[in-house]
């Protein structure tokens, strides 16, 4: 019973640890008319307690039926002022050879990026950025679009 107990107790501890490493998980809704090339998402992101050198993953929700096999994304890391401190330009694969979606889900399908790098300074605020490079003016499917960033 004892060792049960103590099984619990690391597991929780575990677990309240790897909670604590996520900072922001935040989503945003795309007009249902398709995302267009020039509107940019912006995340405002809450003042710094502490220096962070973490890593920033990008989420997107699609509809099942997206028709494009790869997205391409610009995500722009920005101090207080606007600033752009780092730029990524992040080449995500939705499909695979056949066109069966890679993403988790079955009416919406959920996509995570690879991490990218992020830092943001104590008692610094800071904006995440992201916008397409599509050829596509319009972009269709892609219902929200969010970032996790993590310790």
Not at 20 to 35: A, F, I, M, Q, V
Request: charged share 25%; proline share 3%.
């Amino acid at each position: 019973m004892m060792h049960r107990n103590l099984w619990l107790a690391l597991s929780l501890s575990l677990a309240a640890c790897n909670y604590n490493e996520t900072l922001l998980h935040s989503y945003k809704s795309l007009p249902s008319e398709g995302w267009y090339r020039r509107d940019t998402i912006c995340f405002d992101l809450p003042k710094a307690e502490e220096d962070i050198n973490g890593t920033l993953i990008i989420g997107l929700r699609t509809t099942s039926h997206i028709g494009i096999k790869e997205v391409v994304l610009a995500v722009e890391q920005c101090n207080e002022a606007g600033k752009v401190s780092r730029c990524d330009t992040i080449h995500y694969p939705l499909t695979d050879a056949e066109g069966k979606g890679l993403g988790e889900g079955v009416n919406i399908l959920q996509y995570e990026t690879k991490p990218l790098s992020f830092r943001l300074q104590k008692s610094k605020q800071g904006h995440v950025r992201i916008h397409h490079l599509m050829t596509q003016e319009t972009l269709t499917g892609i219902t929200e679009i969010g970032i996790k960033i993590k310790k």
